[in-house]
């Protein structure tokens, strides 16, 4: 009988083939709000992937971000983003990934994220550790800010929000190493896993870009929080994700701004 983790992987292979294939071409894009766009390539991918899970698991719920949704029979759900870094994907900037979650009785249980362009493959699931192809992973042992490489996003909403992320970034500028805006939720949430970065934090993002990458953090021995140090939930739009050594630290300065 098929896992859920090797139907997860399977799906973000065959859509991340196609995905590489389709990425230096003209894409049909449409907006959702101001500046958050849409490929036609994010809704089949989207499309894809529910079908390649379906199959196997017919009895899941499914929350996709392009509108994909379907209530299960189950306590089970596929969460999954099909395209994470749309707009690197349609600009053709090299970074993007493919984010599929399993969320059991509200708990996620089990995430895969996959980075096509590098055949970059993060999974984990609870309780077992994290592993990037196949290899275990874990947070960086970097204790101090000052020595620390953190990364984090600019909401879509940067237009016209006044809370859009720049005062947090302009205060850790100063603080660390230096700060990276790679616009891929999922990825920033693997690389602090991989100890590539030490922390990251981000504000008004979706269940879908969080899910994956939040369990892949802690099974990798990372702390996952709200910005603000309450319990991390996919549902509440923000996350701190770091390692133990600077975690404390950076929650401090992030509530201080
Ligand atoms: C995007 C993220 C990006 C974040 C955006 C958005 P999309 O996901 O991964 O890093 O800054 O708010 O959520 O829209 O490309 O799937």
Redesign the pocket.
């Known amino acids: 009988m098929a896992s859920e983790l090797n139907t997860g992987i399977k799906a973000v292979h065959i859509v991340g083939e196609q995905l590489i294939n389709a990425i230096g071409n003209s894409h049909q894009i449409r907006f959702k709000g101001t500046v ?1 766009m849409v490929s036609e390539m994010d809704i089949w991918s989207e499309k894809k992937i529910k079908e390649v899970l379906r199959v196997e698991f017919p009895e899941y719920g499914f929350l996709g ?1 392009e509108g994909e949704i379907i209530t299960g029979e189950d306590s089970c759900q596929w969460i999954v ?1 099909p ?5 690197n994907y349609v600009h053709g900037y090299p970074l993007f990934a493919i984010s599929i979650a399993l969320e059991k009785d509200y708990e996620i249980v089990m995430g895969v994220v996959y980075n096509p362009l590098l055949d970059e493959l993060f999974h984990a699931e609870k309780g077992k550790g994290a592993f990037l192809n196949g290899k275990p992973i874990n947070v960086s042992d970097t204790n101090e800010l000052r020595k620390s490489l953190l990364a984090s ?4 909403d940067a237009w016209t929000n006044p809370k859009n992320n720049s005062s947090e970034w302009q205060r850790l500028l100063r603080k660390t190493i230096s700060l990276r805006s790679d ?4 990825l ?1 949430l693997c690389h602090v896993a991989a100890g590539r970065l030490d922390g990251y934090w ?1 504000l ?3 269940p879908w ?1 969080m899910a994956a990458g939040s369990l892949i953090v802690k099974e990798a021995g990372g702390m996952v929080s709200s910005i603000s140090g309450d319990p991390f939930s996919i549902y509440q739009r923000n996350i701190l994700a770091a390692n133990n050594g600077i975690y404390r630290a950076l929650l401090v300065e992030l509530n201080e701004t």
Not at 83 to 87: H, R, S, V
Not at 183 to 186: D, F, R
Request: charged fraction near 30%.
């Open positions: 958050n971000e983003d395209i994470d870094g749309t707009t996003g600019f909401p879509y616009g891929v939720a999922s920033d981000e008004n993002l979706e870009d």
